[in-house]
Nanobody, 133 residues
Framework: VQLQAYGGGSVLTGDSLRLSCAAS????????IGWFRQGVETEREFVTA????????YSADFGKGRFIISKDRSQNTVYLQMNDLKIADTATYYC???????????????????????????WGQGTLVTVSS
């Protein structure tokens, strides 16, 4: 399995950007594809994820209402639409796939563990997003 993230660039605050994550190789419908990001002086953090079979999405609080994840299963591509970008969104964005997602044992609604980087098996190379004023 290989992942390629692209679509990053330099934008101004308030602008929008769409990142793409193209997957090659066999990825089952049970898989989860997630986006993480890492700034220059910050640790890698979870952004959002989508379960390929159901389309269920999981998002970090900072992205809710601004970041939208979607999938095109026919193209094996997952998109991250980022709106109203802020300087704090400056980071390298990575996509990754978890081929055997685990369910959160403490969840009442069958949520999977989507926000832990260690759960993911394959990673793309990252695409840089720079937001300036």
């Amino acid at each position: 399995v290989q992942l390629q993230a692209y679509g990053g660039g330099s934008v101004l605050t308030g602008d929008s950007l769409r990142l793409s994550c193209a997957a090659s190789g066999y990825i089952s419908s049970d898989s989860v594809i997630g986006w993480f990001r890492q700034g220059v002086e910050t640790e890698r953090e979870f952004v959002t994820a989508i379960k390929l079979s159901s389309g269920s999405t999981y998002s970090a609080d900072f992205g809710k209402g601004r970041f939208i994840i979607s999938k095109d299963r026919s193209q094996n591509t997952v998109y991250l639409q980022m709106n109203d970008l802020k300087i704090a969104d400056t980071a390298t964005y990575y996509c990754a796939v978890d081929i055997s997602p685990r369910y959160d044992p403490y969840s009442d609604d069958g949520r999977i563990i989507a926000d832990v980087a260690a759960e993911y098996d394959y990673w793309g190379q990252g695409t840089l997003v720079t937001v300036s004023s």
